[in-house]
């Protein structure tokens, strides 16, 4: 297996004539644009834009806009350079400020001069910030030193239109688009599926967006959709219908009018059968009514382990960014290939591991181009060198070149500086160990070049001559320059990188693609994936009794013989599959079902087993008592109440049935009788008792709210416990449970709770408030002294219906006015009261 990358680049279109452009010119605004068809240098000097003769003036501050005429192209672009008709001298203390945009207020692409670029620079309008496609000049001179200025080549066409790849998926041609991530992820599918691929970019950039420019639509781009172990189809579109359940890798490569080529990629994964192997019941029979589990497998180890074969997935890379190679002098250029997918200790080991290093390349001149590649740890080895002059300004990228190469050029270049690619595109391959060819020096000294497809019609060649362009041969595959062993130690994955060096004006150049072909033998085991489980469920039946919304679930069959559950799953992809078991069914035993029974005894009845083999009685719990465990019925007791647990086991087939008895509790009540005061409230709280079998009352345990069985309610129909009373009555409390019912009856009186005394009496009245006296009903204990003004005790009495009638213990009648009073009292039920007061004596 092979893997290619690819990186691409693109044309632009121009006509050469003959005017000079001058830093004092009015400027060539959106109203008075550039002629793009008449700007283009005559050769050999390649250059049209000057500031002037001479030395620039000091104190300059002048401004020049170079706007396209969008008719003709869409974006200016210049290149300054310090050699063959070139020139770049900018005082450091001066500046040449370059916007992108048709004023001073556009966006800065930089400020420049000899000391931040000694050797010149290139720029361009963007796309992405300038529709208008202009680029303003402002230079500044503060009078300090003046330079040379410059000699340049200003430019102005239809430059390559970034567009952006996208690829829908649709499952069967309708619904939503099913590729997730979006454009570069997967489309997941059941066996038997189809998917309609689309190819859907975006042309923000377009001359039917921009009004500018050349057109880019879906219906003008070309399309080749490549599919792994599947082949190559064309069109925007493609139908595809996996052929067997494995995965996929979907590479479409989109094509505009330039030719300029983006690459996106996606992957197409077929969804594995599950392996049911572990999905049953436990047993292979039950015996009839017997519980017993179905196990749904939920784990790779035993159920649905989905063994994925390998799948024609390519490994690692992304095409790189498009790289125009303007003229230029010591300018480098780079476009790298993200490469993944090797395991991350996989290492270069020698250069057997390389089989090819592919470029689609055009150059008007490889004798001042050099050209490396710098692997993930930044080792870099010489594709190839043909350039030996001595730079000016700047550093060779690779020291000790041929030299070789006038009148000869990479590709089929149209030798128009700024200009065209030539077409159709060229490639030229390189192995360190698979070359038929040596060098690109060594062929060229020896001659082995042949015409390109551009004839003179005008166009001098470099070297000034007239006839054919001359160009490298791609017949074969060459040597490169470099030593690939060089590379040993270097990761493979990570960017791998492509730099040109361009050491002298005039020409240029495009890189259109390029990639690297391992060798077979570094490959990793091709990418797997893993189906998972996103739900599951056994096919609904009456005998399922729990466990329906988990995989393992409890069955109690209801009829003899074979019966059948079906086990359901559906995987990430969405995709359904299912097994149906098989369980026979024997015939069970029998018991009573729960119940009941009073006088703590049971006698068991209706036991039957299978065939009458019999069978043995048991109760987890030691206070059951059974007369005889093996009979089919026999008698079961306790002492206490409860409910108690107790299971036959049938001998024919090993199974356990298990009843539940409830023994209610004999039971006792009592409420107390009680007097309450006047007007108030009173909890009038029943005491509940159960008791075992046989015992003393003092044996017997209080319990609120007993088991569910016992229940209680007062006479007048109430339940409420503890009952709220505000007045005397009597109160029957009924309590009962499945086997007994016991009452109890509460007098509720009133008792006095407080002692009320008259505060005046007149001796001489006949209504009856001519004596002291309290109320003496339910006072047990009772002491009062009078007292008066002075604080001496004049009169006491410890009669409760007693009272003062206006004397002194003495027998003395008392004068009339204000006495205190004490009283001291204990009333029924222990409670005692103090109260004192005043009271009037008149006569």
């Not at 192209?73 to 450091?92: L, M, Q, R, Y």
């Not at 200790?345 to 470029?359: G, K, R, V």
């Not at 149209?414 to 391959?429: K, L, M, R």
């Not at 009979?631 to 002492?639: A, E, G, H, L, R």
Request: glycine residues 10%; proline residues 6%; contains cysteine.
């Amino acid at each position: 297996m092979k893997i290619v990358f690819s990186v691409f680049f693109a044309f632009i279109s121009f006509v050469a004539l003959n005017q000079v452009l001058l830093l004092s010119d009015p400027d060539y605004n959106q109203a008075n644009p550039l002629n793009c068809s008449g700007i283009i240098p005559p050769p050999p000097s390649g250059t049209n834009f000057s500031d002037g003769a001479g030395n620039y003036a000091p104190n300059m501050d002048e401004v020049l806009v170079l706007c396209p005429d969008l008719t003709q192209g869409s974006k200016v672009s210049i290149a300054f350079a310090t050699n063959i008709g070139f020139e770049f001298n900018i005082d450091p203390s001066d500046t040449l400020f370059i916007y992108d945009g048709p004023t001073t207020s556009s966006p800065l692409l930089g400020a420049f001069n000899s000391g931040t670029n000694p050797v010149g620079f290139y720029v361009q309008a963007s796309f992405a910030n300038n529709p208008s496609g202009c680029l303003t000049l402002r230079f500044v001179s503060n009078g300090t030193n003046e330079g040379t200025g410059w000699v340049a080549n200003v430019a102005c066409g239809d430059f390559p239109q970034p567009f952006v790849p996208h690829i829908e998926a649709f499952k069967n041609g309708v619904g939503p688009n099913i590729l997730n991530p979006l454009d570069t992820g997967y489309v997941d599918l059941c066996f038997g599926d189809s998917v309609l691929l689309v190819a859907t970019p975006t042309f923000p950039y377009a001359s039917e967006v921009t009004g500018t420019g050349y057109s880019q639509t879906i219906a003008n781009c070309t399309y080749l959709w490549t599919i792994g172990g599947s082949g190559q189809s064309t069109g925007s579109s493609v139908w595809f219908t996996p052929p067997a359940r494995s995965g996929y890798y979907v590479d479409l490569k989109i094509t505009d009018a330039v030719p300029q080529i983006v690459n996106t990629n996606c992957k197409v994964r077929v969804s594995q059968i599950p392996i049911f192997a572990g999905t049953g019941p436990l047993e292979d029979s039950v015996c009839l009514g017997q519980n017993t589990n179905l196990i749904g497998g939920v784990t790779a180890q035993d159920t649905v382990g989905v063994t994925v074969p390998g799948g024609e997935y390519q490994v690692g890379g992304i095409f790189a960014g498009l790289t125009f190679l303007p003229d230029g002098a010591g300018q480098q250029y780079e476009t790298s290939i993200g490469i993944s997918g090797f395991d991350q200790t996989t290492l270069i080991t020698s250069a057997a591991n390389f089989d090819q290093l592919c470029l689609d390349i055009e150059h008007s001149y490889i004798g001042d181009i050099e050209i490396t590649l710098t692997c993930p740890n930044g080792t870099t080895v010489s594709i190839m060198n043909a350039y030996n002059g001595t730079p000016f300004g700047w550093t060779a990228l690779v020291p000790g070149g041929c030299g070789s190469g006038i009148g000869t050029s990479l590709g089929n270049d149209t030798n128009i500086d700024g200009g065209a690619p030539g077409s159709p595109v060229w490639s030229y391959c390189f192995s360190p160990t698979n070359a038929t060819l040596g060098t690109i020096c060594a062929e060229n000294t020896a001659g082995n070049t042949i015409p390109n497809d551009y004839t003179a019609g005008g166009i001098n060649l470099p070297n000034g001559t007239t006839g054919n362009n001359i160009a490298m041969d791609t017949n074969g595959v060459y040597l490169p320059d470099g030593n690939f062993n060089d590379f040993i130690g270097c990761p493979v994955n990570g960017n791998w990188t492509i730099t040109v060096q361009d050491n002298q004006g005039i020409d240029d150049g495009y890189i259109f693609q390029w990639g690297i072909f391992f060798n077979a033998a570094l490959y990793p085991e091709t990418e797997g994936y893993q189906n998972t489980l996103v739900s599951d469920f056994w096919t609904a039946d009456p005998t399922i009794i729990s466990g329906q919304n988990d995989t393992l679930i409890t069955i109690q069959p209801d009829v003899t013989g074979n019966t059948f559950y079906t086990y359901n799953v559906t995987d990430n992809f969405g995709c359904a599959y299912d097994t149906t078991v098989t369980l026979y069914v024997m015939d069970l035993p029998s018991i009573f079902s729960d119940t009941l029974a009073c006088n703590y005894v049971y006698q068991v009845t209706g036991t039957s087993s299978f065939n009458n083999y019999g069978g043995v009685w048991s109760s987890t719990d030691p206070l059951i008592f059974i007369s005889n465990i093996q009979s089919n019925n026999p008698q079961i007791s306790t002492n206490f109440a409860g409910i108690y647990p107790v299971s036959f086991t049938d001998e024919a087939c090993n199974v356990t049935l298990t009843s539940n008895i409830e023994f209610p509790p004999y039971i006792y009540t009592q409420v107390l009788d009680t007097n309450i005061c006047p007007g108030s409230s009173f909890e009038l709280d029943p005491l509940i008792l159960n008791t075992p079998k046989d015992s003393l009352l003092s044996e017997w345990t209080q319990q609120a709210n007993y088991n569910p069985s016992t229940t209680w309610f007062w006479g007048d129909g109430a339940t409420e416990i503890p009952r709220i009373i505000s007045g005397a009555g009597t109160y029957i409390f009924h309590l009962k449970n499945a086997c007994y019912e016991v009452t109890d009856t509460a007098s509720i009186g009133i008792k006095p709770c407080d002692i009320t005394a008259p505060n005046i009496i007149v001796m001489s009245s006949l209504a009856g408030n001519n004596i002291f006296y309290v109320n003496s009903e339910g006072i047990v204990s009772f002491d009062c002294v009078i007292i008066n003004r002075w604080g001496n005790v004049i009169y006491e009495y410890t009669d409760a219906a007693g009272g003062w009638d206006g004397k002194t213990a003495d027998g003395n009648k008392v004068e009339e006015g204000t006495y205190f009073y004490r009283i001291k009292a204990i009333i029924e039920g222990g409670e005692e009261l103090i109260k004192h007061g005043f009271v009037v004596l008149k006569y």
